[in-house]
């Protein structure tokens, strides 16, 4: 990192007030304060990194779901990852998604299922583990009660179709 002259000028003008603290006035700290903001604020990175105001301890909770929905993670656990209580994470998310957690867990479950069923031809026994479920029996309700099919039937059904065109298939 190459050095700053005016920074480094800007701290050397302070070491005097360190040796005789009583000659640094009111009005001579805030001149000094004033000088500094502007040294910082000529820095575009910097300027941004000082006056970021979102919340520090907070991570985007929409990235951070779409990205990690299909662990088997208690909500608790989303709650402490993305930095938040259950409380401001149930609030949060209900915020951004229009939905309860677990609602919305199990949707975006399911639907990756169909995915991995209809398109990449998964096994049901290959892909409940993959998307977070903990065992086949509920997957297997689950999957027919948003489908309305049950999935082993649904992989049967899209191994005889020729693949369409337009990567979607109809039962």
Request: charged letters at 20%; hydrophobic letters at 40%; proline letters at 6%.
């Amino acid at each position: 990192m190459d050095v700053d002259p005016f920074m480094k000028s800007y701290f050397d003008s302070l070491m005097p007030y360190f040796t005789q603290p009583e000659k640094l006035t009111p009005a001579l700290a805030q001149i000094k304060t004033m000088e500094v903001i502007a040294l910082l604020l000529r820095n575009g990175s910097l300027k941004n990194f000082l006056f970021d105001f979102s919340e520090p301890h907070k991570l985007d909770l929409e990235a951070y779901m779409n990205r990690h929905f299909s662990y088997n993670v208690p909500l608790a656990q989303f709650a402490k990852l993305t930095g938040r209580s259950l409380s401001a994470f149930k609030r949060d998310f209900a915020v951004i998604f229009q939905s309860t957690p677990e609602r919305w867990l199990q949707k975006k479950k399911l639907e990756m299922a169909y995915f991995l069923i209809s398109q990449k031809k998964k096994k049901p026994s290959e892909v409940y583990l993959e998307i977070g479920f903990e065992n086949l029996s509920h997957f297997s309700i689950a999957f027919k009660k948003e489908y309305g099919v049950n999935p082993s039937i649904l992989l049967r059904h899209t191994s005889a179709m020729p693949p369409s065109g337009n990567g979607s298939s109809a039962i």
